[in-house]
């Protein structure tokens, strides 16, 4: 807060340098990039256009700076240190924002909307009766599913390309591949999902359901979209992020762990069970809780394949709802107390994707400090 | 004779159970390198899939017609490639000089106020774990109510929320990459401290820099959620940025995937594989420019 005041003063006092400051900024930006790239712009080349530092201008050289260049330059730095801050609020401005815009359904319904399980815009005399219990239950279940998936084959895969099974050369080219994963466009997984998961899962499901139905989770005929497929795609979608952070935790931890071990006579495995996957265990969880902020948060790809129904069912081949889908099917048509009802959801999708990502931040954070 | 004996029973145990531990090292081996195949061949099945679906339609009318009216069986996106364009600009001309001036401030002026700089990552970090329907209701309440109506404007600044934690995050990386040296040589010869930024450790980390907008970019254009929320989807030209529809190559695919006209959805896929060459073209070149380092 004290830095926050300082900022603020320091504003005030060089607001009136800004206007200059801009204008030379981009002058400064144009010029250099004229610069730079007027000569020669080719990529093969970028390197050694950049290698160069400018040329100092003569007159420079063995002169004071003047009272206005020390003040520009301080209104630069305070200028950056600005919009720095401006991310942090950024984070505080979006929570209000959308909470503000929740306030009549809050009102309205409470902390009740919670654990009520009714979707109707027509109830209450045109009112509505709104509640994400079945929402809040199709988040959980279906970021759950993604995590039994994901977190075995995410981890195994971290240790096979953290250790020296292969060349470094192909594990390098193994690894960006599985980065990939992570760059391709929702939208492309979920019409991916529709028209080759759901196909390719149906009969699966199929055999489980009749083998196992007795099972209540299992207790419903697949009819294509539902919680399961949501569940396989958005286990997909977080591969790559539990994968490259176990991979980073288990590669950075000291070489002196995996030489006591193999000196005490452990064999690879044995050096990887019980040495340094329990080392780098707080980066594994950590790295699996932005996974399933991740699952808790994605939208589109969970949208088209869970069969968008506001009803609550223990099986797993049920059509079942998420927030952020719920949020993304019903906003375009609606008005009034259902907006607050959907903002005041996206609260909680707001406030549950926070609680996970701080915590798997802090423990990320915790694991780079323990090591460095 | 007793020694001898013993000898042979330890020798003949040990080997019992190396060979028993190789086994078990050999399965355990075997596991993770199926895992490590299972986890790569979704890739594998999304891109080929995306390159037969959508390779029927990859031709010059892709990129120079409008999507097929009824009736009609070609056509192409070139509308939603101009609108992707359009509201990428937005949200870049936004996010990149924000970003890369928060970055400055993280990696070259917070060495006297490291708490602030913790906070300011830790707040970036959290940032770009933010659902993008949360952007696109922020945008929508902050801008299309505001405005009165929805607008390409709210969906540029919605991606924006979403681009810049990427440019930060990778901006600050690339700044400290610079060596120290370099800063004090500048400082040396009497440069203040934005001539050092702007024009000797801002031009050095560029390559990384322009790595990290690129990657934002490509991430930008596949968003398809934040503009649920604040454009009206459109097949036909973009009208500019304060217009209530858009055309955008994701939101396409969106509407046609759900569609039930199996023409569109062709489109959908055609429009997908233009989409997956964008982020396989711009991390494949992220990833080279990255070893391409300015000081050794």
């Known amino acids: 807060m004290v830095n926050c005041l300082y900022s603020c003063r320091m504003v005030y006092n060089h607001a009136i340098l800004w206007g200059f400051f801009l204008f030379t900024y981009a002058v400064n930006f144009v010029k250099i990039f004229l610069e730079k790239f007027s000569a020669n712009f080719n990529l093969d080349n970028l390197h050694l256009m950049t290698n160069s530092i400018p040329p100092i201008k003569p007159q420079m050289v063995g002169r004071s700076r003047s009272a206005n260049e020390k003040r520009f330059d301080i209104g630069f730095i305070s200028f950056t240190r600005l919009l720095a801050w401006s991310i942090a609020f950024l984070l505080l401005f979006i929570f209000g924002t959308v909470a503000w815009r929740a306030l009549p359904a809050m009102q309205e319904f409470g902390l009740g909307f919670l654990v009520n399980s009714a979707w109707n815009p027509v109830a209450n005399n045109g009112k509505g009766d709104y509640g994400a219990l079945p929402m809040i239950y199709g988040t959980l279940a279906s970021s759950g599913i993604a995590l039994l998936i994901a977190v075995p084959l995410g981890v195994s895969t971290a240790i096979f390309l953290s250790e020296n099974f292969i060349p470094s050369k192909i594990r390098t080219v193994l690894t960006f591949m599985v980065e990939l994963l992570a760059a391709i466009p929702s939208v492309v997984y979920g019409l991916w999902g529709l028209f080759v998961l759901i196909p390719f899962l149906r009969p699966i499901s199929t055999f489980i359901y009749q083998q196992l139905k007795w099972i209540p989770i299992f207790g419903t005929s697949p009819i294509g979209p539902g919680l399961f497929p949501a569940g396989v795609i958005l286990s997909i979608m977080i591969l790559p992020i539990i994968t490259a952070i176990a991979r980073d935790s288990l590669a950075n931890l000291p070489p002196e762990l995996r030489q006591a071990s193999m000196g005490l006579g452990g064999t690879r495995w044995e050096t990887i069970v019980r040495v340094l996957v329990p080392a780098a265990f707080s980066g594994i969880v950590g790295g699996i809780m932005l996974g399933l902020g991740r699952a808790m948060g994605e939208t589109i790809a969970a949208t088209m394949l869970i069969g968008n129904s506001n009803r609550i069912s223990v099986s797993i081949f049920a059509p079942s709802n998420t927030i952020a889908s719920l949020m993304a099917n019903q906003f375009p048509e609606a008005s009034g107390l259902q907006v607050a009802a959907l903002m005041y959801a996206g609260v909680v999708l707001f406030v549950l994707t926070l609680i996970v990502n701080v915590i798997a931040q802090w423990i990320v954070s915790q694991v780079q400090a323990k090591y460095q | ?296």
């Not at chain 2, 919605?158 to 060596?179: H, Q």
């Open chain 2, 1 to 296: 004779m007793l020694t001898h004996d013993n000898r042979l029973i330890m020798t003949d145990s040990l080997k019992k159970r190396t060979s028993s531990r190789n086994i078990l090292e050999i399965v355990l081996t075997g596991i993770a390198g199926a895992s490590l195949v299972a986890t790569l061949i979704p890739l594998f099945a999304v891109i080929s899939y995306v390159i037969i679906k959508g390779g029927k339609h990859f031709n010059l009318d892709l990129f120079t017609k409008l999507p097929p009216v009824a009736g009609q069986t070609t056509g192409g996106v070139a509308s939603a490639i101009l609108g992707t364009i359009l509201v990428v600009s937005i949200a870049g001309a936004i996010a990149i000089p924000v970003g890369i001036l928060a970055a400055i401030y993280l990696s070259e002026f917070s060495s006297a106020e490291q708490k602030t700089a913790r906070t300011i990552r830790f707040a970036t970090n959290v940032l770009s774990g933010v659902p993008s329907v949360i952007a696109g209701v922020f945008a929508y309440s902050v801008i299309v109510l505001a405005m009165g109506k929805f607008s390409t404007l709210a969906g540029g600044m919605a991606l924006s929320v979403l681009m810049l934690p990427t440019i930060i995050s990778t901006t600050d990386e690339a700044l400290k990459i610079v060596p120290q040296d370099v800063r004090w040589a500048s400082v040396g010869i009497g440069a203040s401290n934005y001539q050092t930024v702007l024009q000797v450790v801002l031009p050095a980390a560029l390559p990384a820099i322009l790595t990290g907008v690129t990657l934002a970019i490509a991430r930008a254009a596949g968003e398809t959620a934040p503009l649920l929320f604040t454009v009206i989807f459109t097949n036909s030209w973009p009208q500019g940025p304060l217009s209530q529809t858009l055309p955008s190559l994701a939101y396409l695919v969106f509407e046609f995937a759900r569609g039930f006209d199996p023409v569109l959805q062709e489109f959908a896929w055609a429009a997908s594989l233009v989409l997956v060459l964008l982020v396989l073209v711009t991390s494949i070149l992220a990833r080279w420019m990255t070893r391409q380092k300015v000081y050794e």
